[in-house]
C-alpha cells in the first residue's frame, strides 16, 4: 500500500463532498438526538442504522477503488441490506467486554480489550463487506485467512485504530468545547472505515466472491433480432404476471426457452430482466427454475452465484425440494460455509 493511498484514505471525509456532507448530516442529527427527548429518540431509531449502514458504504467503495456515492434514502430502511448494520454487533461486544475485563482487571484489562478488538475488527469488517455475511464476519478462519492475504499491510488499519482511541482519549482530556471532541471523534470513525477499506482493497478479495453485475452479456452481445424477440416474449409474460396470472407468464417465458438457440444465455437474461421488475417474487421463482437447471448441468459456480444473489433479495429463498442435495453439494464444492449451514 502506497502512503499516497493511505494520506487519501485519511482525508477521505473532508476532501469527498458526498462523504462530507453526509458526516456532517449523520453528527448533526445524531447530536439533536441525544438532546431531544422522545423526538431524539425517533432520531437515533433513523440515523444510528443509517450511519452504520452509511459506513459501511464507504469502506465497501474503498476496497472495490471506488468513490463512496451520497447518502441516499435507501440507508433508513429497515430491510435490505441488513448486514450493513451488523458492526452495531462489534460495538455492544465491545462494550460488553470492557466492562467486563475492566472490572475484573481495571486497565489492563480495558488494554487488552482495546488491543485485540483493534487487531480484529478490521478484518472481521472487511469480510463482512467482501461477502455481505454477517456469518462469515465472525468466522475465525476467514478472519485469519483475510489477515493473511493482505500480510504485512494489513496492520496499517489496526494501527490507526489504536491511534485513533488513544487520540480521541487525549483530546478528551483537552479544553476543546464538548461539541468539537465529539466532531473529532465522529471524524476518526469515517476516517478509520475508509482505512480499513484502502488496506484491503490492493488484494483484490472481492473479485473472489463478487456476483458480476450483470448476469446477462451485455445487449451487444447478443443478436440483434434474438434480443428483440426475448424482448417480446418478457413483456408477454409480465402482462400475464402484472394480471395475477403468473403461471400463464411462466408457461410463456418457458416455451419461447425450449425453443431459443442460446438456452444458457437465454435463462440468464431472462433471470436479470425480471429483477428489474417492481416486484421481485416472480424472478425468485424463477430463479428457482433456473438454479435447478444449473444444479443438473454440474455449474455448482454459478449456481451458488445465483443462489446467493436471490438470498440478497430475500434471506427467505431456497432451491427447490428435489435440488436441495445437489445445492448443498454445489456449497460444499464452493467452501461457502454460511450457505452449508442455510441448506443443512
Not at 111 to 120: C, E, M, N, S
Not at 203 to 215: G, K, Y
Not at 242 to 257: C, V
Request: charged share 15%; aromatic share 14%.
Amino acid at each position: 500500500m502506497k502512503a499516497s493511498d493511505l494520506a487519501r484514505a485519511l482525508v477521505l471525509p473532508l476532501t469527498q463532498l458526498p462523504v462530507l456532507f453526509a458526516m456532517l448530516m449523520f453528527f448533526g442529527f445524531l447530536e439533536l438526538a441525544f438532546v431531544w427527548g422522545v423526538l431524539g429518540r425517533f432520531l437515533a431509531f433513523l440515523f444510528v442504522p443509517a450511519t452504520l449502514r452509511y459506513l459501511m458504504q464507504i469502506l465497501d467503495a474503498q476496497l472495490r477503488g471506488q468513490d463512496p456515492a451520497p447518502p441516499d434514502v435507501d440507508l433508513f430502511l429497515w430491510f435490505g441490506s441488513a448486514w450493513r448494520i451488523f458492526p452495531a454487533v462489534h460495538i455492544i461486544f465491545l462494550i460488553y467486554a470492557s466492562y467486563v475485563l475492566g472490572s475484573r482487571f481495571g486497565v489492563v484489562g480495558l488494554l487488552t480489550v482495546f488491543i485485540v478488538f483493534a487487531a480484529v475488527l478490521p478484518a472481521s469488517l472487511a469480510v463482512l463487506a467482501i461477502t455481505r455475511s454477517p456469518f462469515e464476519s465472525l468466522n475465525p478462519k476467514a478472519i485469519g485467512g483475510l489477515i493473511h492475504r493482505c500480510g504485512p499491510t494489513y496492520w496499517i488499519a489496526p494501527s490507526f485504530l489504536l491511534i485513533m482511541l488513544i487520540s480521541s482519549w487525549l483530546i478528551s482530556a483537552t479544553s476543546l468545547p464538548d461539541l468539537a471532541k465529539e466532531f473529532v471523534g465522529f471524524y476518526f470513525i469515517f476516517a478509520c472505515y475508509a482505512v480499513v477499506g484502502a488496506t484491503v482493497q490492493s488484494q483484490q478479495l472481492h473479485r473472489e466472491v463478487d456476483i458480476p453485475e450483470p448476469l446477462a452479456p451485455d445487449d451487444d452481445q447478443i443478436d440483434a433480432s434474438l434480443a428483440k424477440e426475448r424482448t417480446a416474449v418478457l413483456n408477454h409474460a409480465y402482462g400475464f404476471v402484472s394480471r395475477g396470472n403468473r403461471d400463464g407468464g411462466f408457461k410463456h417465458l418457458y416455451g419461447h426457452l425450449n425453443r431459443d438457440p442460446e438456452p444458457a444465455t437465454a435463462w440468464r437474461w431472462f433471470f436479470e430482466q425480471m429483477l428489474r421488475w417492481e416486484i421481485q417474487d416472480p424472478a425468485l421463482l424463477f430463479g428457482q427454475q433456473y438454479l435447478s437447471r444449473l444444479l443438473n448441468d454440474g455449474d455448482y459456480v454459478a449456481a451458488v452465484k445465483l443462489i446467493m444473489r436471490c438470498r440478497l433479495i430475500n434471506e427467505a429463498f431456497k432451491p427447490l425440494a428435489e435440488d436441495l442435495e445437489l445445492a448443498l453439494e454445489a456449497a460444499e464444492h464452493c467452501q461457502n460455509d454460511e450457505l452449508i449451514s442455510v441448506l443443512e
